[in-house]
Structures are given as structure tokens and as C-alpha cells.
């Protein structure tokens, strides 16, 4: 009886020390977590359903779709979204999802980049993440993405602003504690884009990011900066694992 | 371009009460808040949302300002006979945006 008990409590302890991450979701209301896990509630499949259209339409000189080279989204970009941010072997440059398909919109297609952060992409990128919705966040292993993991590991334990925190200071330290009036999760970004009730729409990981940064009063990078990309790769490093959940809904 | 989805099930036995999901990307510019230019930002918001069966208002709903933005509106009905659901949005500015459903009934 007595070793049965001590077996249980080892498996206990095993199983809490596995992982103790957990998803911003796990940190809201009821409410806003069926609105999340209901696609017939989730604002953000009004994006998904414009990314969808683009998907399949004809852009830029070449008149090409994304569909022309790459098919059924359903399954060509199943699990990419988990890939990155990751390597463009072209450009020598570690990239996000969205600038993976404003890469793809300026060499295949011949089109405009959209503009970052415009609906356009963030509807398309929230499209090709969703195919990936449930399966584990794998960053990809190269050196380059492992270096630029690295230096996003360096800035997240960087103090910054006037405030003088770091990422790690609130959201390694103080997780699970409110911030005025909302919890503090535990940072992993595997739900982005999302459809965010307080923006009253859809928003980037670098949206987020930004916000937190001006939070603390430091100097806000430019979408597509180097730095919050790099901070992207330590955040896809730090989730490995996670489950995706995009298109997230979040208060 | 106005974006909406509305879920509910395409089949349905006579008699049955379903529930019908009705969501629209609007922005719901309340026309209280100020731009960067400090000036007020023009009401912007859908006034009205109307579902018809078959020709037949079966469901209405006045919109107002506290209202956010891509408003979800859900709400039954009980099925009575195959035919269309048509939905409609009208807002300021001429918005409109029209929808329709199919419903087929099965008599049992």
C-alpha cells in the first residue's frame, strides 16, 4: 500500500515537473475561452475566411494564386505556421510567417508586399497558421535560427525602458498575478495572429510585442524589425511543443 | 468589403427549434472617440439586423453604440418549411450586407 502511494506520488511530481506551461487561454474567462474554442463564435475566422479568398486569388504580374503553386492549404501549409520564424534560404535572413508571404507575394507572385500589419496579411497569415491548429510548435534547428533564438533569448531577460523590466520579470516571475486589472500569462505565442477583444480586432505577435514594450516605456521597434523577429524565434524556442492555437481569441 | 458567416444547419426536421449564428466584421465606430488629430471620429456603426424566413420576419435586433465591433448575434427558431433565410445588416454610411441561407426541412 504504502510503496502503491509513494508510486502515485512520483508520477504526480513527474507529471507536474513535465511542463508547467501553459497557454494564455488557460488564463481566461470562460467566456472568452469558448469564444476561442467555437469557430462559429471566433471573430477571427471572419480574417481566416478573407485570407482563404486570397488564397485561391490571382495576384501580381505573373497571375498566379498561392493556390497555383501550392495547391489545397488544408494540406500544403499543414504544420508550417509551427515552423517559424525560420530561415529564407534566398535573402540569408531569419523571417516570420508574414514576411515568409511577403516574400512569396514580391518573387513568385510579382505582387505588392502587403503592408505589415495590414488586414490583407494578417488575414492570410492567420489563414496558413490555422492549418496548422494542434499540432506541436517544432522551431526549426538551423543555426541561423538557433543564433537568432538566441539573441531574442538575450533581449527577453533584457531590462528595458523606464519602467526597467525584462519579459522574463513578469512573465517567468510573476505569471499567474493580476497586472491592474488582468492576469499576467506566461508569454507563449502559439495562439498568434489573434483576434483581441480590446483592440476589437486582429493583431500580430509584433503588435503584441510592441505593446508590451511601450508598456514599459522603452523605444517600440518597427514592425518587422530584426529585434522582434528574433524575440519571435526565442518565444517559437521557449513554446516547442505547445499546441498551436490560431486564430486565438484574446481579452 | 463587408465579411460576414452565419452557421447554422443546412438540414432540419419540421418542428425543430435551431439555433442560428449571425457574425459581420464592422468596425462599430461609436462617434465619441477622438483621432490623433484630437478631432471626433464619425459614427460609423450598423443600426439594424433583420432575419427573414421565407419572406417572414422571424428575428430583428436594434444596434447601438455600446455595441462592439463585429458584432455576433445568435438566436433560435423553430423550422416550419424548407425555403431561404435571408439576413440583412443596414448601418450608417448606406451600409448594407445581405445573406442567404438554404434550409432544408425532412418531415419527420
Known amino acids: 500500500m504504502k510503496r502503491l502511494l509513494l508510486g502515485c506520488l512520483l508520477i504526480a511530481g513527474v507529471v507536474q515537473a ?183 480586432g486582429m493583431g500580430s505577435l509584433q503588435r503584441r510585442l510592441r505593446n508590451c514594450m511601450s508598456g514599459v516605456r522603452a523605444e517600440v521597434p518597427h514592425f518587422g524589425a530584426k529585434e522582434l523577429v528574433e524575440l519571435e524565434a526565442w518565444l517559437a524556442l521557449r513554446d516547442q511543443g505547445m499546441k498551436m492555437e490560431t486564430p486565438g481569441v484574446r481579452p | 468589403m463587408a465579411r460576414a458567416l452565419i452557421h447554422m444547419p443546412a438540414t432540419a426536421k419540421r418542428g425543430e427549434v435551431i439555433e442560428i449564428r449571425a457574425l459581420i466584421g464592422h468596425p462599430m465606430e461609436t462617434g465619441y472617440r477622438v483621432g490623433a488629430d484630437g478631432k471626433l471620429l464619425a459614427r460609423d456603426i450598423i443600426r439594424s439586423f433583420v432575419c427573414r424566413y421565407n419572406g417572414e420576419q422571424i428575428f430583428g435586433a436594434e444596434l447601438h453604440q455600446a455595441i462592439s465591433a463585429n458584432p455576433y448575434i445568435a438566436f433560435f427558431t423553430q423550422v416550419t418549411e424548407s425555403g431561404t433565410l435571408e439576413f440583412k445588416w443596414d448601418g450608417d454610411n448606406g451600409f448594407t450586407h445581405t445573406e442567404t441561407m438554404t434550409l432544408t426541412v425532412s418531415a419527420t
Request: aromatic residues 6%; positive net charge; proline residues 5%.
Open chain 1, 18 to 200: 513535465a511542463d508547467e506551461r501553459r497557454s494564455g487561454a488557460e488564463f481566461m474567462s470562460p467566456a472568452t475561452q469558448a469564444m476561442q474554442r467555437d469557430d462559429a463564435q471566433n471573430p477571427a475566422m471572419l480574417w481566416t475566411a478573407a485570407g482563404e479568398a486570397q488564397w485561391n486569388a490571382v495576384a501580381g504580374s505573373s497571375a498566379k494564386s498561392c493556390a497555383s503553386c501550392h495547391g489545397d492549404a488544408r494540406t500544403s501549409m499543414r504544420g508550417v505556421a509551427a515552423r517559424y520564424p525560420a530561415l529564407d534560404a534566398g535573402s540569408g535572413q531569419v523571417v516570420n510567417l508574414g514576411q515568409r508571404i511577403n516574400i512569396c507575394r514580391e518573387r513568385k507572385q510579382q505582387a505588392a508586399p502587403w503592408k505589415l500589419e495590414s488586414e490583407e496579411l494578417l488575414g492570410m497569415e492567420a489563414y496558413v497558421a490555422m492549418q496548422s491548429r494542434g499540432m506541436p510548435v517544432t522551431p526549426p534547428q538551423d543555426a541561423a535560427t538557433q543564433a537568432a533564438a538566441a539573441r531574442g533569448k538575450q533581449q527577453y531577460f533584457q531590462r528595458i525602458g523606464q519602467l526597467n523590466l525584462s519579459c522574463a520579470q513578469c512573465h517567468d516571475q510573476q505569471w499567474g498575478k493580476r497586472l491592474a486589472g488582468s492576469t499576467i500569462p506566461q508569454a507563449h505565442a502559439s495562439a498568434y495572429p489573434t483576434y483581441r477583444l480590446e483592440w476589437q
